[in-house]
């Protein structure tokens, strides 16, 4: 039986496998397990063993710390609606890093743009929705 934490380390390894573009068969190979494993590690079914963890994180190119990040009490406290605070999810979801790959297969100009443009979008965003809740 697993527990939060565990769910938390297969999220953390979700995410960045996802950020790094591989598949679960891919980094299975890397670490030489099967991909269901993988699969079992993402969703807390299975806990990681340290020696695991510590494979992963190379293969991963992260520290293994990196898969703890956001346990403590400090940092899971209410983020309110600070527009500068990221949902602790929000790097693991596929809209997420569709965006960020399409951002990055960009030239510089259009990046700069389209930047431009979601910052505009989002203060429009922010008074629209400033005027529904002053009526």
Same mark, same amino acid.
């Given at each position: ?18 950020? $790094? #573009?591989?598949?679960?068969?891919? +980094? *299975?190979?890397? !670490? ?14 299975n ?19 990196y ?6 009490e400090?940092?899971?406290?209410? $983020? #309110?609606?600070?527009?500068?605070v +990221? *949902?602790?999810? !929000? ?5 997420t ?6 951002y990055y297969?960009?030239?510089?100009a ?7 443009l ?7 965003a ?10």
């Open positions: 039986m697993t527990g939060d934490i565990d769910l938390h380390v297969g999220k953390r390894l979700r995410r960045r496998r996802r950020l $790094l #573009g591989l598949t679960q068969q891919n +980094l *299975a190979g890397e !670490v030489g397990i099967r991909f269901q494993q993988i699969q079992k590690y993402e969703c807390g079914a806990r990681v063993s340290a020696a695991r963890l510590f494979e992963l994180s190379e293969a991963l190119r992260v520290p293994v710390q898969f703890y990040e956001g346990l403590s400090f940092q899971q406290a209410d $983020l #309110g609606d600070d527009p500068e +990221l *949902a602790p999810d !929000v790097l693991s979801k596929k809209e890093m569709d965006l960020v790959r399409a297969s960009m030239g510089e259009p990046r700069k743009h389209f930047l431009d979601a910052k505009s979008l989002s203060k429009k922010a008074k629209n929705a400033l005027l529904t809740t002053a009526v």
